[in-house]
């Protein structure tokens, strides 16, 4: 089974370099890694181009953003599974890739997910806090669930079927193409109760009031415009709830 692993950049020389090597790293080797770079001008091409032989596919130019990036990842990719890594993540370790797959050989499956964890900027070794996922069931994203996407791993069947990410919302098109995907067109998921990803954590006061509201926003387009119903009042509810996830600080692991 064919996996691609698709990287988006955007001067991201300081931390692309710990992506590359993790996914290099990985003890499953059927892997097509592709990295989409925006047009960096910061010296990541520079880096990407120190593992260019075995890149399988690299793409730099100027594009409309992250999910522009994604799409051209996707429309390049040539596996049968489909995931992203981002350029300030890496995998949590070295057999992730191999766990999916493994996950992937229930045929009946169309999609899975598994656990993202948080880590210091300048210590990728330091948890600061988990993001722990669910089995998906009807509902689940009008309480703001959603699985974490750097875990999201899919048939490329289904970006075929569905839909690409749509580039008309600023920075929800990953909740709305999974909303779409699992809530709308019931597609098959697995949750993996293990960690995939590490992310390097940009620290809670840097989220603000301004993306939040952006972010509740356009899960209510999302929502909607995919045929559901939302009660705003509840989903607030269960949103601001999270918000304790944010300072639970966790020690070394």
């Known amino acids: 089974m064919l996996v691609s692993i698709i990287t988006v950049a955007l001067n ?13 790293g990985q003890i499953y080797k059927n892997v097509e ?7 960096s001008t910061d010296g990541t091409v520079d880096i990407i181009n120190k593992y260019r032989d075995r890149v399988s596919r690299v793409i730099s130019e100027p594009d409309k953003g992250i999910y522009d990036g994604m799409n051209k990842g996707i429309l ?8 992203f890594l981002n350029a300030d993540d890496m995998f949590y370790d070295n057999t992730v890739i191999q766990g999916i797959v493994s996950a992937f050989t229930d ?5 899975v997910y598994g656990n993202l964890v948080y880590v210091r900027r300048q210590d990728p070794a ?5 993001w722990r996922s ?9 309480k703001s669930w ?9 048939k490329k069947a289904l970006y075929e079927r569905f839909g690409l990410y749509r580039t008309d919302f600023k920075i929800a098109a990953d909740v709305e193409l999974m909303y779409r995907f699992l809530q709308k067109n019931h597609i098959r998921s697995k949750y993996v109760n293990t960690n995939f990803v590490r992310m390097r954590d940009s620290g809670v006061s840097n989220r603000g009031i301004k993306s939040t509201v952006v972010i509740i926003r356009e899960m209510k387009r999302a929502i909607i415009e995919n045929g559901g119903q939302l009660n705003l009042i509840k989903y ?3 949103k601001f709830l999270k918000l304790s996830e944010f300072f639970k600080i966790y020690g070394k692991r």
Request: net charge negative.
């Open 126 to 130: 330091c948890i600061t806090r988990v």
């Open 12 to 24: 991201a020389r300081s931390t692309i370099e710990d992506t590359i090597k993790s996914v290099l």
């Open 134 to 142: 669910q089995a998906f069931c009807d509902g689940l994203f009008e």
């Open 146 to 154: 959603t699985p974490a996407h750097p875990t999201f791993y899919c």
């Open 76 to 83: 390049t990719a040539s596996g049968d599974i489909i995931g």
């Open 107 to 111: 045929n009946t499956i169309d999609c």
């Open 33 to 39: 890694y592709i990295i989409i770079d925006g047009g």
């Open 236 to 238: 607030l509810f269960f």
